[in-house]
């Protein structure tokens, strides 16, 4: 059974930072890209981030490019979201997500590109 849990959000300050972990399970780590999407209320989910395990291979959109650090453990089949300098427009459900889909060359995340999710995890950020 496939299975994504995304965990670390919490309610933090603007300026602060979080580190989200996606933990997976029941799929070949190394053979698929993991994804950072996030949900803002009102708003479409939208990708911010991926990394590709097997090569290291990263993506980053425009918004959290320089704060945001994506990174992976593959003993552990493990993606991490260092988020620093938290503004309160990234305040948004986080979800981690697996798909086979190529991130060197990526310039935009697409939600149909990831076949398998986790449940979201909670980022609020106050002013």
């Known amino acids: 059974e496939v299975q994504l849990q995304a965990s670390g959000g919490g309610l933090v300050q603007a300026g602060g930072s979080l580190r989200l972990s996606c933990v997976t399970s029941g799929f070949t780590f190394e053979n698929y890209a993991i994804g950072w999407f996030r949900q803002a209320p009102g708003k479409e989910r939208e990708g911010i981030s991926c990394i590709s395990p097997s090569v290291g291979s990263t993506f980053y959109e425009d918004s959290v490019k320089g704060r945001f650090t994506i990174s992976s453990d593959n003993a552990k089949d493990t993606v991490y979201l260092q988020m620093n300098s938290l503004k309160p427009e990234d305040t948004a459900v986080y979800y981690c997500?697996?798909?086979?889909?190529?991130?060197?060359?990526?310039?935009?995340?697409?939600?149909?590109?990831?076949?398998?999710w986790g449940q979201g995890t909670l980022v609020t950020v106050s002013s």
């Open positions: 997500a697996a798909g086979v889909t190529l991130v060197e060359g990526t310039d935009r995340m697409f939600v149909y590109e990831y076949e398998y």
